[in-house]
């Protein structure tokens, strides 16, 4: 532990040499005398005076936790020997708070008699951390020095992203072969009514529609839409985002991302990631809570990484976007080569879907004419973009920071309705 001197040290050294000093020059004894309780004070503190070898244990009731959740962080901190007031300061980084009583609290250690303090921190933003890093101050007990030491037991903690409970989802226009909630829009076995026919040999009983073959004298059989699963992929554009204060389009669009993909999950569909921007991320499809843990964490890596290079859609290797994928991009349409690599997508033939994370609520129109002329020509400029794919077919919808995601995915579910698809 370093050591450094307190001012109780210097005030006390002070005295002392200043009252012999004084007492030697006047040739007053007594206050030579007076002086002497300081000096020998002085000196027995600095006889005394042991480096103390403190040992910390920090201990976490969980590693993992929603946005808004309270982590209870617990520090033991022991001693070899007795110390007379010792401080522990636990630092936290940014997104996660603590009361100010509780992050610094001081004790008095015993003899190999562990203290331990508890600290309740408050996950206020999502993301990956790593939380451990100690601060100790120790004093001796003359109060004549304090030793600091540093203590590095960080460990990570992920905060993920407290999703949006979604009622209906987008449904994909191709599904798989595996079961699932997706009415698939073939024939075949399932429970949802798709169709009439007569009936043929080998066609079960139970299919016997007895109501319309009683109307046509003859039999007729019921056809239904299989229960099959689907395979979804969100697409999360990371190239630049729009910033307000602690806001921008990269948190809501991760907030986006965590609801659908824990909604697919919770329909027994395959979801898959990918974070296109200056580093390029996936994360092949899959199912199950543990596929949804595996996605979401690698949503919390997602960060802006900024990257001049053109990077095309062909870098992702065929195997990461099936060809009957449904893919669910989140851009704020601020890049170019993520608007393009979209468009590419679509040329190549998948269901693409598009959530447009507005950044116009974070843009300051300005006061200036100019400023406000090119404000609405940006505006117009996105209008045109959102055209460009329109005309190929691609349900966009415009998503504004304080307005329901489920708002935008109905407004899609209706495009989808009425829109062809090549």
Same mark, same amino acid.
């Given at each position: 532990?370093?050591?450094?001197?307190?001012?109780?040290?210097?005030?006390?050294?002070?005295?002392? %040499?200043?009252?012999?000093?004084?007492?030697?020059?006047?040739?007053?004894?007594?206050?030579?005398?007076?002086?002497?309780?300081? #000096?020998?004070?002085?000196?027995?503190?600095?006889?005394?005076?042991?480096?103390?070898?403190?040992? @910390?244990?920090?201990?976490?009731?969980?590693?993992?936790?929603?946005?808004?959740?309270?982590?209870?962080?617990?520090?033991?901190?022991?001693? $070899?020997? /007795?110390?007379?007031?010792?401080?522990?300061?636990?630092?936290?980084?940014?997104?996660?708070?603590?009361?100010?009583?509780? /992050?610094?609290?001081?004790?008095?250690?015993?003899?190999?008699?562990?203290?331990?303090?508890?600290?309740?921190?408050?996950?206020?933003?999502?993301?990956?951390?790593?939380?451990?890093? @100690?601060?100790?101050?120790? /004093?001796?007990?003359?109060?004549?020095?304090?030793?600091?030491?540093?203590?590095?037991?960080?460990?990570?903690?992920?905060?993920?992203?407290? %999703?949006?409970?979604?009622?209906?989802?987008?449904?994909?226009?191709?599904?798989?072969?595996?079961?699932?909630?997706?009415?698939?829009?073939?024939?075949?076995?399932?429970?949802?009514?798709?169709?009439?026919?007569?009936?043929?040999?080998?066609?079960?009983? /139970?299919?016997?529609?007895?109501?319309?073959? +009683?109307?046509?004298?003859?039999?007729?059989?019921?056809?239904?839409?299989? $229960?099959?699963?689907?395979?979804?992929?969100?697409?999360?554009?990371?190239?630049?985002?729009?910033?307000?204060?602690?806001?921008? !389009?990269?948190?809501?669009?991760?907030?986006?991302?965590?609801?659908?993909?824990?909604?697919?999950?919770?329909?027994?569909?395959?979801?898959?990631?990918?974070?296109?921007?200056?580093?390029?991320?996936?994360?092949?499809?899959?199912?199950?809570?543990?596929?949804? *843990?595996?996605?979401?964490?690698?949503?919390?890596? !997602?960060?802006?990484?900024?990257? *001049?290079?053109?990077?095309?859609?062909?870098?992702?290797?065929?195997?990461?976007?099936?060809?009957?994928?449904?893919? @669910? +991009?989140?851009?704020?349409?601020?890049?170019?080569?993520?608007?393009? #690599?979209?468009?590419?997508?679509?040329?190549?033939?998948?269901?693409?879907? @598009?959530?447009?994370?507005?950044?116009?609520?974070?843009?300051?129109?300005?006061?200036?004419?100019?400023?406000?002329?090119?404000?609405?020509?940006?505006?117009?400029?996105?209008?045109?973009?959102? #055209?460009? *794919? $329109?005309?190929?077919?691609?349900?966009?919808? $415009?998503?504004?920071?304080?307005?329901?995601?489920?708002?935008?995915?109905?407004?899609?579910?209706?495009?989808?309705?009425?829109?062809?698809?090549?």
């Amino acid at each position: 532990m370093k050591r450094t001197a307190t001012p109780r040290l210097g005030a006390y050294t002070g005295l002392a %040499a200043f009252g012999t000093l004084a007492g030697l020059v006047l040739g007053r004894p007594e206050v030579v005398a007076l002086a002497t309780p300081f #000096a020998l004070y002085v000196c027995w503190g600095v006889l005394a005076a042991a480096r103390p070898e403190l040992m @910390v244990h920090v201990a976490f009731d969980r590693d993992r936790a929603l946005e808004g959740d309270e982590l209870e962080v617990r520090v033991e901190v022991e001693s $070899e020997a /007795r110390v007379a007031e010792a401080e522990v300061s636990l630092e936290l980084p940014a997104g996660l708070t603590a009361a100010e009583d509780e /992050r610094a609290v001081a004790v008095t250690l015993a003899f190999e008699e562990p203290r331990t303090a508890a600290v309740t921190l408050r996950t206020d933003h999502w993301g990956a951390y790593l939380v451990g890093e @100690v601060s100790l101050r120790a /004093r001796d007990a003359f109060g004549l020095f304090l030793y600091e030491q540093e203590v590095d037991l960080r460990r990570p903690i992920r905060i993920y992203p407290r %999703a949006e409970t979604l009622r209906r989802l987008v449904r994909p226009l191709e599904t798989q072969v595996s079961s699932g909630n997706q009415v698939a829009r073939v024939k075949g076995e399932g429970i949802e009514f798709a169709d009439l026919r007569p009936y043929a040999p080998g066609d079960r009983v /139970r299919r016997i529609n007895w109501r319309a073959s +009683a109307r046509r004298n003859e039999l007729w059989v019921n056809e239904h839409h299989p $229960e099959r699963n689907a395979e979804v992929v969100v697409f999360l554009d990371s190239f630049t985002e729009a910033r307000r204060d602690e806001e921008s !389009t990269l948190d809501l669009s991760v907030r986006a991302a965590a609801s659908l993909l824990a909604g697919y999950v919770g329909q027994r569909d395959r979801v898959g990631f990918v974070s296109f921007g200056g580093v390029l991320r996936w994360l092949q499809p899959g199912t199950g809570l543990t596929q949804l *843990y595996r996605v979401v964490d690698a949503l919390l890596d !997602t960060e802006i990484t900024l990257n *001049y290079a053109w990077k095309g859609i062909d870098i992702i290797p065929p195997g990461v976007l099936p060809p009957q994928a449904l893919v @669910v +991009a989140l851009t704020p349409l601020l890049d170019e080569r993520s608007i393009t #690599a979209l468009l590419d997508l679509r040329a190549r033939g998948f269901d693409l879907v @598009v959530v447009d994370v507005s950044p116009v609520p974070f843009a300051d129109p300005g006061t200036a004419e100019v400023e406000q002329l090119a404000y609405r020509l940006w505006k117009l400029r996105r209008e045109a973009v959102r #055209a460009r *794919y $329109e005309r190929v077919g691609v349900a966009i919808v $415009e998503w504004r920071e304080g307005t329901p995601l489920i708002s935008a995915i109905e407004e899609v579910r209706a495009f989808r309705r009425r829109a062809r698809f090549a």
